[in-house]
């Protein structure tokens, strides 16, 4: 599996057409070449008629909104509604039809089809301007912004009409929007920063929603519901009538931008010789997308993966153009929307199942079908400024520093310098931490007696609430954290990208899932077994799907997204089943929490760590090889393939334990290999000093959430959270805007 590519899509192999060839092959832009001439970058574009494909479209469209207005739960069929619409025989005098087709049916199809239009079109236009076929409209933080506006009215404010939800999902979406657009243009405005910026912000803005909910049990309760999107709390007009001012807005927005995107695909500088502004276009286009999505987030609930699905399928019929793109991907959106909400209504009769769910289930289907068929090279947006960008600048690291050698007879060891400082270091202050964390707590203990207690000294009653209590809980976090910093420098180095951890292959997901479903099966919280198992199916799909390891990394990472989606709704809706204690109780879990940990469930992910740490250890050396080219490796007696798999797999192993004792973590698989990066330096793989410091970040941040609020815990996982946004931010934005 090749994931070099991760994170971006894939610059085409055409991207430097005047290149001469190896030797013995001749140039492709020779008259005797054979083959047909491209001079220019990225996948020729479909050459059929547009207006047969936007019939087609508009007709499937109409088709299911007539469903959607005959079905529901009343017992009114296509004759009565047709009857109503024509007012044939003085239907709309009849109040039960006028209630069920004009007050419920109806509203709600319009809200449908003019939601999804919008998230289609938000998400064509996000996909356009940062040239990424990945892009989602939540890379704005607009979802996360929504659903704390939403959880504070509800949590602080004591909000309980539908209007004031409303009011405050779109003053949080508009707010996130606001600080992604000063974040992204402070230093330029490219893409990669906006989507960063966004990355950022919705994290941020994620955790803090996690800490108003985690312990409010009635702000939980309503924000379960309303974050799994629903279009049944849309009875008449006037919500719609509110929202349409905005709405129009948007959509006029978009059109607006259509000849300025067209023109900034092909690059900032022809842009600019054309009389357009790539900085003003950027600005616009996020301004469409955020009254877009507001207003859809308002609407009928954070609905994810719409967007992206919606572009896809635009874009696999269509190709690249922008005004076409964006045409059909609204039509899509639209299309899809309708019809998820149709089942929504009928595959769980008399209940309704949740829209977004819905979407996910069907639209990561069809969206690995797309991938995997033929015209999966057409859904790439090649940016030919970056098809002749240097090379990643960890692909030729600098030569490493002199080392100290120790040699004895015929035996010598290698000693790297800084990276043992580095090691000692770490271990130093995880110590420090590890005696903190004792000490933090109810009880008025003070270092000294907690210094002692940890040893075994002192007061009985002290030995026993700090080894039986807070020690239990501290060597789960130590296990935990080491595992996903192993995890995230495994991957990372792979991939040669920061932005590579587990989560790309939806391996937290996977293995969240994976225990929330043994919890269900057996009445009991799943065992730690749960996690590895639930991250290796969810890899294996990954792998299968996508084409096997030697996949590309684009493919991959889709297949990752799906694969997460799917996982996610799995989560949703086995939260939304359960009652308010037991759901409460596993949503801190999902938060990521070391609530409850102990030495028994610590100790399979001590063990883990016993037997993996030195195969990574021993890994680490090839690992390195491959930050050059996979040329270079295999000259170098290194099997690129057979590197990768055993790696991934140490990941998957890694992760996958760490899920099943604290839940999904967040952010320290990314921050760990980073951090022990920096300190270690850049010749070497931080193996060990990501291990150290994965351990280090969750012990601190468990402390730190026990007390930051007095007699309130905020679990683990969203205090990375929190902090997770700036340091992306810090880490991806700072050294001159240097992303690589």
């Not at 859904?379 to 098809?387: F, N, R, S």
């Not at 954290?481 to 920061?498: D, E, F, I, P, S």
């Not at 799906?562 to 204690?581: E, F, G």
Request: proline fraction near 6%; charged fraction near 10%.
């Amino acid at each position: 599996m090749t994931l070099s590519q991760a994170g971006a899509p894939e610059a085409s192999p055409a991207a430097a057409p005047d290149t001469p060839p190896p030797t013995g092959e001749p140039h492709r832009s020779e008259p005797h070449a054979p083959g047909p001439v491209r001079s220019e970058p990225g996948p020729p574009e479909p050459r059929r008629p547009a207006w047969p494909v936007v019939a087609g479209a508009v007709a499937l469209l109409l088709a299911l909104a007539a469903l959607s207005l005959s079905v529901g739960a009343g017992e009114v069929g296509p004759g009565r509604v047709l009857d109503y619409l024509l007012n044939r025989d003085g239907a709309r005098a009849d109040g039960r039809l006028a209630l069920v087709v004009g007050d419920l049916r109806l509203p709600r199809t319009v809200t449908a089809v003019l939601v999804g239009a919008a998230l289609g079109v938000a998400g064509a236009q996000l996909q356009s301007v940062t040239r990424n076929p990945l892009a989602e409209t939540g890379l704005l933080g607009v979802n996360a912004g929504a659903s704390l506006g939403v959880v504070l009215g509800i949590a602080v404010l004591g909000v309980q009409t539908s209007y004031g939800y409303l009011a405050l999902a779109f003053g949080g979406a508009v707010l996130a929007s606001t600080l992604v657009l000063l974040i992204a243009g402070s230093r330029g405005g490219s893409p990669m920063r906006l989507v960063l910026g966004g990355s950022a912000v919705g994290a941020t803005f994620g955790g803090l929603t996690g800490v108003l909910i985690v312990n409010s049990p009635e702000a939980y309760d309503r924000y379960r519901v309303w974050v799994l999107g629903s279009l049944s709390g849309v009875e008449g007009w006037a919500t719609l009538r509110q929202l349409a001012p905005v709405l129009g807005a948007g959509f006029l927005l978009a059109l607006l931008t259509t000849r300025p995107l067209t023109a900034l695909a092909l690059g900032d500088d022809l842009a600019r010789g054309l009389g357009h502004r790539p900085g003003a276009t950027r600005a616009a286009v996020a301004a469409a997308v955020t009254l877009l999505t507001a207003s859809a987030v308002a609407l009928a609930g954070p609905i994810s993966f719409l967007g992206l699905l919606a572009g896809f399928l635009a874009r696999a019929v269509a190709g690249p153009r922008v005004g076409r793109l964006t045409l059909l991907a609204g039509l899509f959106g639209a299309a899809v929307l309708t019809g998820a909400d149709v089942l929504a209504r009928v595959v769980a009769r008399p209940f309704e199942a949740p829209v977004s769910v819905i979407v996910a289930l069907v639209g990561a289907p069809a969206l690995i079908a797309i991938v995997r068929s033929r015209r999966s090279a057409a859904l790439a947006v090649t940016d030919p400024a970056e098809a002749a960008a240097p090379p990643v600048r960890h692909a030729e690291p600098p030569a490493p520093k002199p080392d100290r050698a120790l040699r004895y007879g015929s035996w010598s060891l290698l000693l790297p310098r800084r990276a043992l400082a580095a090691s000692l270091g770490l271990a130093a202050a995880l110590l420090g931490a590890v005696v903190v964390s004792a000490h933090a707590g109810q009880s008025e203990l003070d270092l000294g007696r907690t210094f002692q207690a940890v040893f075994g000294y002192g007061d009985r009653l002290d030995v026993l609430l700090v080894q039986k209590f807070r020690l239990g809980r501290i060597v789960a976090g130590l296990a935990a954290g080491a595992a996903l910093g192993l995890a995230g420098c495994l991957t990372q180095t792979l991939a040669r990208n920061r932005l590579a951890t587990p989560e790309l292959l939806g391996v937290n997901d996977g293995a969240t899932a994976a225990v929330l479903i043994s919890a269900t099966a057996s009445g009991t919280f799943g065992a730690w077994w749960a996690g590895p198992l639930g991250a290796l199916a969810a890899v294996l799909v990954v792998t299968l799907v996508s084409g096997g390891l030697g996949a590309r990394g684009y493919r991959v990472l889709v297949v990752g997204l799906a694969m997460s989606a799917l996982a996610s709704a799995v989560i949703q809706v086995a939260l939304a089943r359960r009652s308010l204690n037991s759901a409460g109780s596993l949503y801190v879990w999902t938060s990521g929490s070391l609530n409850g940990r102990d030495y028994a469930i610590a100790t399979p992910v001590l063990i883990g760590l016993a037997v993996l740490v030195p195969l990574a250890l021993t890994a680490a050396r090839r690992l390195a090889v491959l930050r050059f080219d996979d040329n270079v490796a295999s000259a170098l007696g290194v099997d690129p393939g057979r590197v990768r798999l055993v790696c991934l797999l140490l990941a998957v192993a890694l992760a996958g334990l760490a899920v099943g004792v604290c839940g999904p973590v967040g952010f320290v698989a990314l921050a760990a290999p980073v951090i022990a990066g920096r300190l270690a330096g850049p010749a070497r793989v931080p193996v060990l000093g990501s291990a150290l410091t994965g351990a280090l970040l969750v012990v601190l941040a468990d402390t730190l959430g026990r007390v930051l609020i007095g007699g309130v815990e905020i679990p683990v996982g969203i205090v990375t959270t929190v902090l997770g946004g700036p340091f992306l931010l810090w880490v991806l934005l700072g050294r001159n805007g240097r992303t690589a």
